[in-house]
């Protein structure tokens, strides 16, 4: 964990412990919490499903599996171990399956990401997910199982990337209230657009990679990516995936200045 992470969380815990007065303005449904410190229980965890997936086959799910990417209220109900019941039909069969979950988000939000997943019924046509007697059909999109094109002009003509434009969450129809899930997520739901990317291209790509735009990655021991990549992993069966550490570079009159993070 980075020293500027640590000190972030424990500034954040310190707030929550000297807190005493809560400011919180009602609108009709919303909530506004401006210090996004309140603890405030309500009787329903909203959660807005940022995408779901049908895999017909998959390495790492099997047959037939379907997988679903969503922000939750965890301060209301704890999301720890929670399923979901998954209702899946195609043209002649209807069945259901639990979907067991799994925190991709961090605790310190009231919104957290998590993402579900069951194996269902061939050839699916319709997807529900119900949960403590609400149930909600659920639009998905075939994974993919080859590359994308590029968007960009700058890379388009080499190849290198593509660009998916990311949701802003909001409910609609809401007859209860709710938390802003746009202002009381970490980072954005950068977890959920990193979750959302995992689980859409899994079955075509051999590796993905989550960093930071202004980041670069060097290759330790190996000239390309890929034959590092393999390397790291012959050695280490059973694994599937990998964390570079982080160091800060700075030029200093024609120095490289190295300072570790």
């Known amino acids: 964990m980075h020293p500027h992470w640590i000190f972030f969380k424990k500034t954040l ?15 009709k ?9 309140s603890k405030l229980k309500l009787e329903v965890s909203q959660a807005f499903i940022t995408s779901a997936y049908y895999y017909p086959t998959s390495k790492s799910l099997g047959s037939n599996a379907v997988a679903f990417n969503m922000a939750i209220d965890q301060i209301s109900h704890s999301m720890e171990n929670h399923t979901f019941t998954v209702i899946s039909t195609n043209l002649t069969t209807s069945i259901s399956s639990i979907a067991t979950s799994q925190e991709e988000g961090f605790e310190l939000c009231r919104y957290t990401t998590i993402m579900g997943r069951t ?12 949960s403590n007697g609400v149930t909600v059909r659920i639009p998905f999109k075939m994974a993919r199982y080859t590359a994308p094109k590029p968007l960009m002009q700058e890379y388009e003509r080499q190849g290198y990337l593509t660009l998916d434009y990311w949701l802003r969450m909001k409910f609609s129809n809401i007859e209860s209230q709710y938390f802003d ?31 930071d735009m202004d980041d670069v990655l060097f290759s330790k021991n190996y000239p390309t990516y890929l034959e590092e990549f393999n390397a790291v992993l012959a050695t280490n069966p059973g694994t599937n995936y990998m964390a570079y550490g982080r160091r800060e570079y700075e030029y200093v009159k024609g120095t490289i200045v190295i300072f570790p993070l």
């Open 119 to 130: 194996n269902t019924v061939e050839n699916l046509k319709t997807l529900e997910i119900e």
């Open 13 to 27: 815990h310190f707030g929550f412990l000297t807190s005493k007065i809560c400011f919180l303005l009602f609108y």
């Open 181 to 211: 899930p746009n202002a009381n997520i970490m980072w954005r739901n950068q977890a959920g657009a990193q979750t959302d990317c995992l689980l859409q291209y899994k079955e075509a790509a051999e590796y993905i990679e989550f960093f």
């Open 29 to 37: 449904y919303i909530i506004v919490d401006p210090r996004a410190d």
